[in-house]
């Protein structure tokens, strides 16, 4: 079992009352290559990435379930507007 207190990445806020429904699809084989650059951390359920690949960028939502992770991700978007959504994620703004 993880104590919170020694986790060192960071858990996404609750969701905000007014918040932006992120579209989430199964992932794209072009962006097989992409790497994750930021990322949740694993002691949840749901785990969330910002990765980045090919100028472009997305956020990765991994689900850790008996059966096998369920991984989704967002449509590619600039890196700039992927940030942007990653700490709306992060803050509890997006989901």
Same mark, same amino acid.
């Given at each position: 079992?993880?104590? $919170? ?5 960071? *858990? ?5 009352? /007014?918040?932006?429904? $992120? ?7 072009? $962006? ?14 749901? /785990? ?23 991984? *989704? ?16 994620? $992060? ?5």
């Amino acid at each position: 079992m993880i104590v $919170l207190d020694e986790c060192v990445s960071p *858990h996404v806020a609750m969701l905000q009352r /007014v918040h932006v429904r $992120l579209v989430w699809q199964r992932p794209y084989p072009s $962006l097989e290559r992409a790497r994750p650059v930021a990322w949740t951390c694993w002691c949840r359920a749901t /785990v969330y990435e910002l990765c980045v690949g090919g100028g472009r960028a997305f956020l990765r939502r991994t689900v850790q379930l008996d059966s096998g992770p369920d991984v *989704h991700e967002t449509s590619p978007m600039p890196i700039v507007e992927a940030r942007a959504t990653w700490t709306a994620l $992060l803050s509890g703004s997006a989901r």
